[in-house]
Nanobody
Framework: QVQLVESGGGSVQSGGSLRLSCAAY????????MGWFRQAPGKGLEWVSH????????DYAASVKGRFTISRDNAKNTLYLQLNSLKPEDTAMYYC?????????????????WGPGTQVTVSS
C-alpha cells in the first residue's frame, strides 16, 4: 500500500524548534517533487515549501523563509522539514505531499499523494 506518513509534530514554545519527517512506503518518490503544506484552524491549505526530485531547488513561502529548511534523503525515501524560531502563527496541521513530476509547483492540486498530517502547536 502506497502511503506517506508524517511524524515529529508536537507542542513547543515560541522560539523553539521541531523536525518533521515524512516517510514514504510502498513506492519510491526519489524522482518526484515533494512538498509541505499546512492548515491552521479555520484557514485554508497553505503551501510551505517544496524540493525537487534531485533534492535541489528548495523553495519556501515568505512567511517561513529563513526559519524552515526542507531536505530529503532518497535512500531512506524520507522528506524532512526543520522548523526553527517557531511562532504562534506557525500552529497548524502539517502535511507532506508527493508531486507527479521531478519539478515542483506551489499548487496543492498538482500533488497526488498526501499524508494524514502531523500537528504543530506553538505557544507564546
Amino acid at each position: 500500500q502506497v502511503q506517506l506518513v508524517e511524524s515529529g509534530g508536537g507542542s513547543v514554545q515560541s522560539g523553539g524548534s521541531l523536525r518533521l519527517s515524512c516517510a514514504a512506503y510502498g513506492y519510491s518518490y526519489s524522482y518526484y517533487c515533494m512538498g509541505w503544506f499546512r492548515q491552521a484552524p479555520g484557514k485554508g491549505l497553505e503551501w510551505v515549501s517544496h524540493i525537487n526530485g534531485g533534492g535541489a531547488s528548495p523553495d519556501y513561502a515568505a512567511s517561513v523563509k529563513g526559519r524552515f529548511t526542507i531536505s530529503r534523503d532518497n535512500a531512506k525515501n524520507t522528506l524532512y522539514l526543520q522548523l526553527n524560531s517557531l511562532k504562534p502563527e506557525d500552529t497548524a496541521m502539517y502535511y507532506c505531499a508527493a508531486g507527479g513530476s521531478w519539478d515542483c509547483t506551489r499548487l496543492a492540486n498538482e500533488y497526488n499523494r498526501w499524508g494524514p498530517g502531523t500537528q504543530v502547536t506553538v505557544s507564546s
